[in-house]
Each structure stands twice: as structure tokens, then as C-alpha cells.
């Protein structure tokens, strides 16, 4: 599998769950922090890449194949937590950051008359 199949494959997965808990979820998504963080750590598993290297040239991957490699355990379990769940949780914190971030000043804007 080379490296657009592998994100092609990865997009679709998590395009189709990101997609369905949008569908059935979206008003706990839209109300609670909680949830939004939940679905940005589903969003971030998307379309986080992670680069390393390997056999004398840098690859590109996606993020979450990378994190398959902890199931392996040993040292592949150390490096699969490095280079697969660190660049999926800063896609996700940055992602959750800039959502709060709309929200709370959507909410600071508005007037709230009683």
C-alpha cells in the first residue's frame, strides 16, 4: 500500500465514522465540550499525518495506521504512541482550540434578553 492509498483508505474510514457521529450526535456535539472533544479526537484521527524516518528517506503516513503498531506491543508500541498518537492529539486539541474558541465568541456576542 503506498501513501495515497494508505490516506485514501484512512479518509474514507474516518470520513464515514466522523460523518455518522456527526449525524446522530451533533446536538450533544454542539451543546457539550465533552463531546466536541470526543468527535475532534475522531476528526484528528482522520486527517492526522505523521512523518518518520525510514530506510534512508522520510515517509508520510497516516497517523492512525501508525497507532495499529501498539497492538504489536515492545518497541513498536513506544514508537507507534510517538508517531501516531502525538500528531492525532495536537490535530485534535488544535481542531478542539479554534471550535471553542468560534463558540465562546459566538456566545459573547449575542444578547441574551430575559
Known amino acids: 500500500m503506498n501513501t495515497i492509498e ?3 483508505a484512512v479518509y474514507a474510514v474516518g470520513g ?7 449525524y446522530f450526535a451533533r446536538k450533544f456535539i454542539q451543546q457539550s465540550w ?18 518518520f524516518y525510514f530506510w534512508s528517506s522520510w515517509v508520510v503516513w497516516p ?4 497507532l ?3 497492538l504489536d506491543g515492545g518497541k513498536n508500541g513506544l514508537l ?7 500528531p492525532i492529539l495536537v490535530v485534535a486539541t488544535v481542531a478542539f482550540s479554534i471550535w471553542s474558541f468560534i463558540i465562546r465568541r459566538r456566545h459573547r456576542n449575542e444578547s441574551h434578553v430575559a
Open 80 to 86: 507507534a504512541l510517538l508517531y501516531g498518537a502525538l
Open 34 to 51: 465533552r463531546w466536541r472533544a470526543v468527535f475532534c479526537l475522531l476528526v484528528g484521527a482522520t486527517i492526522a499525518p505523521t512523518l
Open 6 to 8: 494508505a490516506f485514501l
Open 16 to 22: 464515514l465514522i466522523c460523518g455518522v457521529t456527526w
Open 63 to 66: 497517523a492512525a495506521l501508525m
Open 68 to 70: 495499529l503498531l501498539v
